[in-house]
């Protein structure tokens, strides 16, 4: 069975803090991981791929640790425009890839002024 | 930038009506999606294609049906709407093994 699971939330954190959430995934098949952003009301939209060697993209970092199957997100210095639901995304790549694709269900995060 | 399209924003349509949403998107991508939405219940796969005319049953496929006709054009049809299929559906697209692209929702109300 393919899973991920995420914390929902919400994670209410007061504005310049760092918060990071975490997202297991149940296949150890899993071949490629990514953070999708979505706004209230709005379409998710990728934020960033996940690589094995952990990324960064200015204020996000993304790691993966295939050994206990999850991955996480780390924002510093969080500010207002962060406030969203975050999906974390896995893929199998099973056949011809088109199913591969396995959202969690979101962690929803609130920046406070 | 890849854009997928989908035809309305907002739609409210009547019990029993036959119900098309239009999905286009302009980069040549291979596979298409349907999900729909649902607050507790996060992103459910209806269909997809990976291919003109080729198309997969996801998760939740009763009730919907499928066109895909041309490379760009993913068709979703509800047959006969019911209440329980008023939600946010969100068509995607990409190339094989990467990241989605979404269009920005059709919010559907279903009276």
């Known amino acids: 069975r393919k899973e991920v699971e995420q914390d929902p939330g919400p994670f209410n954190v007061p504005e310049g803090a760092t918060v990071a959430f975490n997202c297991t995934y149940s296949?150890?098949?899993?071949?490629?991981f990514f953070w999708y952003r979505q706004d209230c009301r709005k379409e998710p939209k990728l934020l960033m791929s996940?690589?094995?060697?952990?990324n960064e993209d200015g204020r996000f970092t993304a790691q993966l640790n295939r050994a206990s199957q999850y991955i996480s997100l780390l924002i510093r210095d969080s500010k207002l425009s962060d406030s969203a639901t975050y999906l974390c995304?896995?893929?199998w790549g099973s056949g011809g890839g088109a199913d591969g694709l396995t959202f969690g269900k979101g962690t929803h995060l609130i920046i406070q002024p | 930038d890849v854009k997928v399209t989908q035809s309305s924003r907002y739609l409210v349509k009547r019990t029993g009506e036959k119900v098309f949403l239009e999905c286009v998107q302009d980069?040549?991508?291979?596979?298409m999606f349907w999900y729909r939405q649902d607050p507790g219940l996060g992103l459910r796969l209806i269909y997809f294609?990976?291919?003109?005319?080729?198309?997969e049953k996801g998760d939740i496929p009763e009730g919907y049906s499928v066109s895909r006709e041309k490379k760009e054009r993913f068709s979703l049809i509800l047959e006969s709407a019911s209440t329980n299929q008023t939600s946010m559906y969100l068509c995607?697209?990409?190339?094989?093994?990467?990241?989605?692209?979404f269009g920005s929702g059709t919010r559907l109300t279903v009276v």
């Open positions: 296949n150890s098949a899993s071949q490629s």
């Open positions: 995304v896995v893929f």
């Open positions: 294609s990976y291919d003109v005319k080729m198309k």
């Open positions: 980069m040549d991508h291979e596979n």
């Open positions: 995607a697209s990409s190339p094989m093994g990467y990241g989605y692209t």
């Open positions: 996940v690589y094995s060697s952990g």
